[in-house]
């Protein structure tokens, strides 16, 4: 592995513009890609994560971004499970309810939102505007290779713009939004899904911030930015312990903006409460490998591996990286050595250890491995 040599400085607050950021934590040599790839290992990158809060408003961010092209240089993320399909089929009747006719949608994946509003509707058209897109065009489905941006353009109106898991791999949220109300017309729909990242990081989800989550910016930010672009919420809705579902309208007048508090104090605490519990975590992890007699596996080829080892878990322990997505199967996780391997092969292994800290997903995952070998101490 070696350090990138190329990094975006982001050293101004995403919400006011000033340099006045307080340093919080510098997570070494983390690896600039959460995927599974066919190179060697000496062809990684890594780059240290540096998080700092801004005194003003309390957002947390990262200060140095990973270019574009590095960190999506392939799809990583299917949406495997029974957590992901329930979202992607409520998150669908949601955006159906408000009758779309026309629809981009930015980042747009593997197509499953896609596919099911058009299976749903009768006439609705669609154009996903993906960087990796994995799917071809389709009737009434359309895919477009690229990133949203000032730049970019089209050739028919779009009475619905929606997106879903995205704002928060943005880099400039203001400068985002603005796009996006720019290229719409007056009583156009904005319709999104935003993770519940304050709920996420609370519960120490490793999956709330990292290089593609660059920032701490709440449900509670994007309240405050959103009529700042003549945005008029219509609708905002907590699916489950997963995402905050937002409907608003593009208004043809500027719109009253709420008064921001300060969530210096909140925010960091909550922050420092997670690194705390990482560290000690880390601790007794490599301690209990340490002792143990049996075999012990990692779940997860994601974030969730990568951040324990940021903070000290000893790979050397581990026999091997589980992971269900069919993405990842029989590939290297990109900056490990491990080639990731179906839980399946668990099956008449007899007593084995599994660390288990996939957040939302861990329940379901649970049940799976469990209905594979009974005989599983989860960690």
Known sequence: ????????????SILTGKKNLEN???LKDFPVFF???DTPANEDLVADMKWAI?????????????????????QHVDGFGKTWEEYYSYF???????????VLEIGGGIGVVAEKVVGMTDSTTWTILEPNPLRENSDRLKVMPGFFDSNFKATEHYDTITFSQVMEHVYEPHTFLKDISSFMQTGDKFVFAYPNLKLWLERKFTNALNFEHTMFFTDYFIDILLPQYNFKVTDKFFYKDHSVL????KADMPLEIPVQENKYEEYKKIFTEFVDYHTELV??????????????YFFGAHIFASYLFAFGLDKNKLTTILDNSSLKKDRRLYGTE??????????????VNVILKAGLYNEEIKEQILSINNQITFW
């Open 283 to 296: 601790t007794d992890l490599n301690e209990k490998m340490n002792v143990s007699t049996t075999p012990t």
């Open 35 to 37: 995927g599974c790839v």
């Open 246 to 249: 937002y409907t608003a309208e």
């Open 338 to 351: 491990f080639i990731v391997q179906s839980p399946e092969i668990l099956k008449d292994k007899g007593p």
């Open 24 to 26: 919080l934590l510098v």
């Open 1 to 12: 592995m070696k350090k990138i040599d190329t990094l975006i400085t982001r050293d101004h």
């Open 54 to 74: 801004d005194p003003e408003t309390g957002v947390i961010q990262l200060t140095e971004l990973i270019p574009l092209e590095i960190l999506y240089q392939e």
């Open 92 to 102: 669908s009747e949601y955006i159906a309810k408000t009758n779309p006719k026309n």
